[in-house]
Nanobody, 122 residues
Framework: QVQPVESGGGLVQAGGSLRLSCAAS????????MGWYRRAPGKQRELVAS???????KYADSVKGRFTISRDTAENTVYLQINGLKPEDTAVYYC????????????????WGQGTQVTVSS
């Protein structure tokens, strides 16, 4: 059983930066395909970034150039660096693993974290 745990959210001003972390037990956690999702108030959950087991990455158009997903296998952690935050980035951010990454698309797996709140003030 893998239980991802997110951290790093907070309240920041527009234009600021945050680094979200997703850590979990399990020796293969940080080498699995993973995705970062977000759910904004009143909106559906959206995949914003994903990384394959081989390190390929993909981003939603709305975050390209501002979000960077990366992993540290030694720390068994996956990160989401968010720069140039906008008020529309306000959401609960979740990491997911156990899914598949094929042809550049990540399909969610069974393992979700509890989420971390990101709030961006204008």
């Amino acid at each position: 059983q893998v239980q991802p745990v997110e951290s790093g959210g907070g309240l920041v001003q527009a234009g600021g930066s945050l680094r979200l972390s997703c850590a979990a037990s399990g020796s293969s956690f940080s080498t699995n395909a993973m995705g970062w999702y977000r759910r904004a108030p009143g909106k559906q959950r959206e995949l914003v970034a994903s990384i394959s087991s081989g390190g390929s990455t993909k981003y939603a158009d709305s975050v390209k150039g501002r979000f960077t997903i990366s992993r540290d296998t030694a720390e068994n952690t996956v990160y989401l660096q968010i720069n140039g935050l906008k008020p529309e980035d306000t959401a609960v951010y979740y990491c997911n693993t156990g899914g598949s990454y094929r042809a550049g698309y990540y399909s969610a797996g069974a393992y979700w974290g509890q989420g971390t709140q990101v709030t961006v003030s204008s």
